[in-house]
């Protein structure tokens, strides 16, 4: 990313092709590093702040401690956006984990192990639950 920020920084043209904002995403790994760049999304520049969502307040936190590290990598690499301050905001959180549905919408039933049910009887479609049996005899022979 550090000879992305030099071509940037060379090339004029590359200001009528790009806008500030595409120019401060492109740079954001080379000036914080691949970890920080992991945790953020959605970079602004509006007027001459930075603004940056991250993952919680703990990031948060973290990283407005590095603002004044991080402002300086980024003016190094981007002298002509001159950016003057970075606003770390939480961002919308990540989905967790869900269980999965049938296509009902309901939960999907497996039945127990213990149970008398055949577990090929889930299966609706008649081709597929043959297929399943036969590979499943196949698999304990």
């Known amino acids: ?63 407005h401690t590095l603002s004044g590290q991080i402002l300086g990598r980024l003016n190094k690499l981007t002298p002509d956006l001159k950016i003057s301050a970075i606003d770390f905001r939480i961002g919308v959180p990540r989905r967790e984990p869900q269980s999965a549905t049938s296509v009902t919408g309901h939960p999907a039933e497996a039945p127990l192990p213990g149970s008398r049910g055949d577990e090929a009887d889930c299966i609706q479609d008649p081709v597929l639950k043959k297929v399943y049996q036969i590979s499943r005899r196949k698999a304990s022979a």
């Open 1 to 63: 990313m550090e000879r992305a920020a030099r071509v940037f920084r060379k090339a004029m043209q590359s200001r009528s092709l790009l806008s500030d904002d595409e120019v401060a995403r492109a740079v954001w790994p080379a000036a914080v590093g691949a970890t920080i760049a992991a945790r953020t999304s959605r970079l602004r520049l509006v007027r001459n702040t930075l603004v940056v969502d991250v993952e919680d307040h703990v990031w948060q936190k973290q990283l």
